[in-house]
Structures are given as structure tokens and as C-alpha cells.
């Protein structure tokens, strides 16, 4: 499992595949739009192609995003050195959590910065005094309430598969939950470099079974290479809801 929060998002296109035009949208075609009350069908079907759908979240979980990412923008408020203090360190399985500036982490993220938690760790306090604990806390429980979301997705495709329930929960066969990342990120051009074909994000494969993304309300970007489209499909809804 790996889920993300975006303040801002460009499209996730460097190059194009073979036969594609970069950034370009297939007419008629777009990422699905799915309510949380779906059917097994309905996500076995997105899953197969496109590949990718946007989802009505529960408000609960809508509202843990929003106070998550208010959480962000406090502490990307603060000085340089005060966001370095709580800079990425490895784990005992060799994972990265904590925070890192534009370019310092992989080429994937040239243009983003923001932290990382893996599930193994518990999240910090990343701001001062009380407010630490709030960050904290907070993080603590979006991670929960986005896990239970990838749960309900995976169900209903584990019953459209004909797979018993909890295939993919913890402790379950196919656990998704032990090494899932949990991400908060920014797009940044360091020192106002923009990137020269305007992509802030190469086109790549996550290697996590499912990922979960949400952006910030008004943000665009997203995008989703369909084969049998041949073009990159865009998620045409965005904010902490969906």
C-alpha cells in the first residue's frame, strides 16, 4: 500500500510511450469516477483498464485529509533548518522516514518535497511544543482511515476474483499493510528552475500493490497512461473527497 497527499500536481508525463503523444487525452475517455458504495464489478473493471479511478471518500476520512494537509502547510511554513531537523533517516529494514527537501531524494522526486512515514514507524512530531502532538495524532489516524479505504477497495476486488475477504489485510495472506509508505508532498522548482518540458514527475510504476493519492482541491495533473486508449487519461476530479 502506498498513499500520498499532493499540495500541487503537474502531469505525471516525461516521455510518452511508444505511439502516444505526450500529455495528450483520449477524446471520450477519462479516469472513472466511482461512489466509496461500488460494486465488485465496477472496480474490477476500472482496474482492468484504465487501471486507475477516482472514489467518493467517506467524510471521515475527507476530513482527516483536509486537517492533514492544513498540518503540512504549517510545517512547510517554517525556515529551512527548522524542516532539515527532521530529516530523512533509514529504519531497521533500511526504509526512509521523515522529511526532504526538492532533489533529495531520487530523480522521482526532483520536483517534490515533503515527508515520508513507513507503517513500521510511528509518526513524529514534526512541529513544536503542542502542536507536535497534534501532528502526530492526526497523522496517526488518517494512516488508519486511508488503510481501511485500501481495504474496502481490495475486498471488492478479492469478491470480484472470487478470493475470500482479508486476502490482502494485515496478517492476511497477501498482507499490504506491513511495509505500506505513507507520503505528503509538495511540487517545487528549486531555485525557480522550472523543469524545460514544464513535467514535474516522470512517468513510472509504483511498486506498491495500490496506491491512493489524493490532491489538494484545484489541482490537475494527475495522469494515467491507458494502452488501450493509447494516451494519458487525467483524474478529472481532485481535493480531499476523492
Given at each position: 500500500l502506498?498513499?500520498?497527499?499532493?499540495?500541487?500536481?503537474?502531469?505525471?508525463v516525461?516521455?510518452?510511450p511508444?505511439?502516444?503523444?505526450?500529455?495528450?487525452?483520449?477524446?471520450?475517455?477519462?479516469v472513472?469516477?466511482?461512489?466509496y458504495?461500488?460494486?465488485?464489478?465496477?472496480?474490477?473493471?476500472?482496474l482492468?483498464?484504465?487501471?486507475?479511478f477516482t472514489?467518493?471518500?467517506?467524510?471521515h476520512?475527507?476530513?482527516?485529509n483536509?486537517?492533514?494537509?492544513?498540518?503540512?502547510a504549517t510545517?512547510d511554513?517554517?525556515?529551512?533548518?527548522?524542516?532539515?531537523?527532521h530529516?530523512?533517516?533509514q529504519?531497521?529494514l533500511?526504509d526512509?522516514?521523515?522529511?526532504h527537501?526538492a532533489?533529495?531524494?531520487?530523480?522521482y522526486?526532483?520536483?517534490?518535497?515533503?515527508?515520508?512515514?513507513?507503517?513500521?514507524?510511528?509518526?513524529?512530531?514534526m512541529?513544536?511544543?503542542?502542536?507536535?502532538?497534534?501532528?502526530?495524532?492526526?497523522?496517526?489516524?488518517?494512516?488508519e482511515?486511508?488503510?481501511?479505504?485500501a481495504?474496502h477497495?481490495m475486498d471488492?476486488?478479492c469478491e470480484?476474483?472470487g478470493l475470500?475477504?482479508g486476502?490482502f489485510?494485515?496478517g492476511?495472506?497477501?498482507?499490504?499493510?506491513?511495509?505500506?509508505?505513507?507520503?505528503?508532498?509538495?511540487?517545487?522548482?528549486p531555485g525557480?528552475?522550472?523543469?524545460?518540458?514544464?513535467v514535474?514527475l516522470?512517468?513510472?510504476r509504483?511498486p506498491?500493490l495500490?496506491?491512493?493519492?489524493?490532491h489538494?482541491?484545484?489541482?490537475?495533473g494527475?495522469e494515467?497512461?491507458?494502452?488501450?486508449a493509447?494516451?494519458?487519461?487525467?483524474?478529472?476530479?481532485?481535493?480531499?473527497?476523492?
Amino acid at each position: 500500500l502506498s498513499s500520498a497527499l499532493s499540495m500541487d500536481s503537474a502531469p505525471a508525463v516525461e516521455r510518452a510511450p511508444p505511439n502516444a503523444n505526450p500529455g495528450a487525452t483520449a477524446a471520450g475517455h477519462g479516469v472513472p469516477h466511482l461512489p466509496y458504495a461500488c460494486s465488485p464489478a465496477q472496480v474490477l473493471a476500472a482496474l482492468t483498464s484504465p487501471g486507475a479511478f477516482t472514489l467518493d471518500l467517506p467524510d471521515h476520512v475527507a476530513r482527516l485529509n483536509a486537517q492533514v494537509l492544513e498540518l503540512f502547510a504549517t510545517f512547510d511554513s517554517q525556515e529551512e533548518g527548522a524542516k532539515a531537523a527532521h530529516a530523512l533517516t533509514q529504519d531497521a529494514l533500511g526504509d526512509q522516514n521523515g522529511y526532504h527537501a526538492a532533489g533529495g531524494l531520487s530523480r522521482y522526486n526532483r520536483f517534490r518535497e515533503g515527508y515520508i512515514f513507513q507503517a513500521s514507524a510511528p509518526v513524529r512530531p514534526m512541529l513544536p511544543g503542542a502542536a507536535g502532538a497534534e501532528f502526530a495524532r492526526t497523522h496517526e489516524a488518517w494512516r488508519e482511515a486511508v488503510s481501511e479505504v485500501a481495504g474496502h477497495v481490495m475486498d471488492l476486488l478479492c469478491e470480484a476474483l472470487g478470493l475470500p475477504a482479508g486476502h490482502f489485510a494485515a496478517g492476511g495472506p497477501l498482507d499490504m499493510h506491513a511495509q505500506s509508505q505513507f507520503h505528503v508532498k509538495a511540487c517545487r522548482a528549486p531555485g525557480g528552475r522550472l523543469p524545460a518540458d514544464g513535467v514535474f514527475l516522470p512517468p513510472h510504476r509504483d511498486p506498491s500493490l495500490i496506491s491512493l493519492v489524493v490532491h489538494k482541491a484545484g489541482s490537475r495533473g494527475l495522469e494515467v497512461f491507458c494502452g488501450t486508449a493509447g494516451a494519458y487519461l487525467e483524474g478529472r476530479r481532485s481535493g480531499p473527497e476523492v
